[in-house]
């Protein structure tokens, strides 16, 4: 077996854990809902355009690596509820190098700076991106046009999300983009450029938990004040916008 495709049986056991899809479409029906539109920007195995297929969403999964875009016409099924795009999604349309990790396709990306900043930080050690291709780049804005203006927006692009947040020029209802602890200024950039587009409102999960931290949402300047005091170990996160705050109220059990 190569070490990409031990890579990606690793990646399915993880997200497609028993019990995870309960977890994560009790998560997302807060933000979705039948007939609602989603796009899955790196999609990876697949496991959230899964969820929000079974809540009845339309999915634009984006996904710019081959070997993870022919996986995933497996994974899924050739559902004819998921389009799936094979390109990058940045500022603007044209092509960029896509930087890959054989051996752990999760953080393949567009942005050198993510790469900079793994190296040597605690947590990466052993991260090599052994590869690159060039891969077309898409924006948001253009996927829009062409398919649909979406109801949520799941950004997962490894060091490039503000660059794909700055493709997009009409907020959808509600997005969340990735955050990890050696990149916190971009994490501080996507909260000003969401700002500028009119969300007031974010709440945030760490890791994989699917719940958020905080009771209530907060503006974008609590969100990066709090970003920036989270110890390194804490690695990563999502941090979720709405332009409805009531999405964002940490759910009682």
Not at 36 to 60: E, M, N, Y
Not at 226 to 251: F, K, T
């Amino acid at each position: 077996m190569t070490p990409f495709a031990k890579a990606i049986g690793a990646s399915l056991r993880t997200y497609y854990a028993p019990g995870r899809a309960a977890l994560l479409d009790a998560f997302h029906a807060r933000f979705l809902s039948a007939g609602d539109l989603a796009f899955d920007i790196g999609t990876h195995v697949g496991d959230r355009a899964a969820s929000f297929r079974r809540l009845g969403a339309r999915v634009v999964a984006v996904e710019p690596q081959p070997r993870l875009a022919r996986a995933l016409r497996l994974i899924l099924r050739g559902d004819p509820g998921v389009t799936l795009v094979q390109a990058l999604v940045g500022a603007e349309a044209g092509e960029a190098m896509l930087r890959l990790n054989t051996a752990n396709p999760t953080v393949a990306t567009a942005s050198t700076a993510f790469i900079a900043a793994a190296d040597g930080a605690p947590g990466w050690e052993g991260q090599r991106w052994d590869a690159e291709i060039a891969r077309p780049v898409t924006t948001l804005d253009a996927l829009a046009a062409q398919h649909g203006v979406p109801d949520f927006v799941k950004i997962d692009v490894e060091g490039f999300e503000a660059a794909v947040l700055r493709g997009l020029s009409r907020p959808p209802r509600a997005l969340s983009f990735e955050f990890t602890t050696i990149q916190r200024d971009v994490a501080v950039e996507c909260l000003g450029l969401l700002s500028a587009l009119g969300y007031g409102a974010f709440n945030a999960c760490l890791g994989e938990s699917m719940t958020f931290v905080h009771a209530a949402p907060m503006d974008a300047a609590a969100m990066a004040r709090w970003i920036e005091a989270l110890p390194h170990a804490a690695n990563s996160g999502d941090v979720y916008a709405s332009l409805e705050p009531g999405r964002l109220r940490r759910q009682v059990a």
